[in-house]
Structures are given as C-alpha cells and as structure tokens.
C-alpha cells in the first residue's frame, strides 16, 4: 500500500501528527515501516489511528517470542511462545500465541485472539473475532469481543460485551456490565456489578449475582443462589438449587416469551423456596 501526504492528509490527522509525518517519514516507506517508526518514535496512538484509517494487510509475522513496550502490526501476528508487550498491542487481523499473552495497557486485534496460556491486559481488550485463552484471561479495562472461551477464569476490571457465545470454565467476574448475545455459560459463578444478560440462555455452576438486572432470552439454570440487585427475567424457565430472589420493588419474571398456556412445561420455575416477588411463571418447587 502507498501512503503519501496527500492521502494522509484526506484522513484528517491531528496537527501533531501530521506535522510529525511531514518531517520525519521518507516518500519510500511502506505501510508497516512507518506504524514501526511512529511506535518508535513514541507515537504509538498515531500509528493506532493510522492502522484504523488504512486497514489490515494479509501480511504474516511469525516470531519465536515477542517482547516490546509497544507494538504495531498490519496483518496477523503469530508468536510460537509467549507475548510480553509492556504497553500497547494491536494488530489488523488476528493473534496467536503457543503461551501465555501479558500486554500492560490496550490490547487490539481485526481478527481472532488465541493463546495456549493465561491472558492478561491491564487495559481493554477488543478482539473483532473471538478470545480464546487455555488458561484465565484477566482484563483491566472493557472487554469486547466475537464469541469467547476461557479454560479457567474470566476477571473483567470494567463491562464485558460478547457478541457471540462465551464459555468459561470456572468463575467469571465483571466490574460493570456482562452482555452476551447467545449463549453464556460458566463452569463456576458469575458475579457482575452492573447488568446481566444474555439473548440466548445462562448457565452457572455456583452463585450468580447481578448488580442490576438479570435478563436472559431463554431460561437460566444456577447451582446455587440467583440473586439480582434489579429485576430478573427470563424468556423461559428459571431454575437455581438455592434460591431466587429480585432486588427490592423488582419482581421476578419467567415465560415472558412463551404463551400462558404453555408455562407449566416451559416456564417453570425452581428454587429452595417460592421467590416472594414471582410475578410470572409456573412455580414447580424445590429442584431436588
């Protein structure tokens, strides 16, 4: 790809930037020589804009290891050990790593995020294909991603947003919002300070907890306690081996997609004791 001033300029850079390009970029450089001299320059934020106003390439770069304070690539990166980026990491298409992955600020990718080990971002991480981590994934900032599998945990500092499917293996915990479209399931708890829900349905293995609203466009099936700071609904059944219990002045809601008719098979509700405000559904007593 040819980058030249004029084409730059049409993009609307800030003056900064520009005026940086202007000086220090040779008229020959490739695409991803000048996203390597504006990260060594410093500039990691410009040849983010850059990369996101200029797109992806099909370019491949396969490393043993990858060790940086910042790093910038146009295609797809694939590091057969570990990644241990001390700032910002973002790529046009998608990660590979046969380890563990450590990125101390944003971590960015146009295409899948895979490692064969732990996960960790101290800033937000945004995968426009799917996460995927052996191990636990640890998150500072937002978490987005297409679909998502964890092999162990899944701690997310702010709101998580899974456009697709998400499976964790074991807890899962959000300092914000959850949304899932389809389905989400985890092996242990799930706990988020914010609101809860999923378009397809929840499964938990332990204690699911919500800040604000718990909404799912299917059933929920808990292993434990259901608890919701806000309302709790559910499309179809609601199912906890503890109980199931609204936030004060909210009520709890089962069969809110199906017909009346129908609730005593598809919307039943099961908990250790009869929710004080089920407003909808068809009470089946305790699970066992």
Known sequence: MDITKAFIKAKQPCTDGFRWYVRNARQDSTYQELLDALVQAGRVQDACWLLEQFGPTDAVLALDTLEAGDFVFAGTLQVRRGIDVDGVLMTGRGIRAGGGVRVGE??????????????????????EGRLQAAWSIQVGGELDCEDLRVGWDLECEKSATVRGHAR??????????????????????????????????????DLLQGGGHVRAGWGIKVRGDLLAAGAIRAGESLCAEGEIRAGEGYGVYAGL????????????????????????????????
């Open 168 to 205: 964790i293996g074991q807890v899962v915990r959000a300092g914000g919002g959850l949304h899932c479209a389809k389905n989400l399931q985890a092996g242990g708890g799930i706990e988020c300070v914010g609101d809860l829900s999923a378009g397809q349905g929840i499964e938990a293995g």
């Open 106 to 127: 944003n971590l960015g990718a146009g295409g899948d995020v895979v490692c064969d080990g732990a996960l960790i971002c101290g800033g937000a991480l945004k995968a």
């Open 257 to 288: 997609d199906v017909r009346v008719q129908v609730w005593e098979d598809s919307a039943r509700v099961h908990a250790s004791r009869l929710p004080e405000a089920l407003r909808s559904g068809c009470w089946a007593g305790p699970l066992y």
